[in-house]
């Protein structure tokens, strides 16, 4: 990773980079991002929105290369990738809203995403064309054909320059393989399979075979009175093509390795950390839900984000977390009008930095938070376009609990609940992170 200018303090100091997105006056249900996604080399960095759009997003070659160097995007491509549909058998409508997009590594000059809303998953080729082949023999060049008998002479086609067009075409669409609604895919390190998981199930995939995939965890009881869990978020190892996450609402992740068994319903290991009893309350069990878990770039750590924090796990250890961060802690106090209001089931994400020395999660009012791992400072900033200048310094934010509050603190009675950060993304290689704020995309980079 890039050396970054850091403060007096060891950390990092973060500028503005770019905002995308329309102004908050004109936005419609169908513009709020749904998902945010860099691909392998963060050369491209995608989003989903409720209204089933995918956006890609292209670095700038002149910011890339530029000294100081900056972290700028283009649009590269826009197109639709999932409409509404109507379940007849269930009298349900499925929305055509983005739920998860992965990258595949690049093998050739396209690249490939998986994109999934509740019930289809599709295989997207991203290519680029910038030359046509003019001077057909057997039709002309609108494409209608000739008529034979005005063929006189055999033509050399010849390859001319146009301008560049980015191609979005389905590729594969995998559909009907489940019963619920799919918050989860991710593609195995071996780049042929992937996984898909739903509430209950997760389901194997072959990326070239659309009409068949292996359940390979089924954790619905027989008697759906008994259910006690459902899975909330599953991934694959990065490099151990055999091993898979999941974690569920009760706040527990299991450790799945599909070479002991070809039905993962017997963990390999089960990370969880013991409630402290005097923290117990009617909200404990909803807190504690795993809303995201995500393994580290190295495949030795994962972290896992609950309500109130993001907890690191070392794979080797399954009783309790090797370090816990407390993202809103303030909010333990408000439980109850979260409860009243929804906010307490949001689903926020989490991520690694580029060489896992960090992590940043979102949190309300347009916040999200990094946690420095080496110093264990935390940093909380806020997305807004006020400071939609590049370079512009982001300044520390603090959240106030008491009554008196100092100049530059905002008190947690000032919070604005209806904005909230749940999807962010950090640059595989580079301090550059992309964090969705409704229908807004910021980046912001390290000051160089």
Known sequence: MDCAETSSNG??????????????????EADIISCVEFNHDGDLLATGDKGGRVVIFQR??????????????????TFQSHEPEFDYLKSLEIEEKINKIRWLKRKNPAHFLLSTNDKTIKLWKVSERDKRVEG????EENGSIRDPACITSLRVPSIKPME??????PRRIFANAHTYHINSISVNSDQETYLSADDLRINLWHLEITDQSFNIVDIKPTNMEELTEVITAAEFHPAECNVLVYSSSKGTIRLCDMRSAALCDQHSKLFEEQEDPTNRSFFSEIISSISDVKLSHSGRYMISRDYLSVKVWDLQMETKPIECYPVHEYLRSKLCSLYENDCIFDKFECCWSGNDSAIMTGSYNNFFRVFDRTTKRDLTLEAARDIAKPKTLLKPRKVSTSGKRKKD???????DFNKKILHTAWHPSENVVAVAATNNLFLFQDKL
């Open 11 to 28: 950390d990092i100091q973060w500028c503005f980079s770019q905002v995308k997105g329309t102004l908050e006056d004109d936005v419609t």
């Open 60 to 77: 700038d070659p002149i910011s890339k290369n530029s000294i100081p160097r900056r972290g700028e995007y283009n649009v590269y491509s």
């Open 136 to 139: 057909y023999n057997t039709k």
């Open 164 to 169: 560049l067009m980015v191609e979005a075409s």
């Open 409 to 415: 603190e905002i008190s947690v009675d000032c919070l």
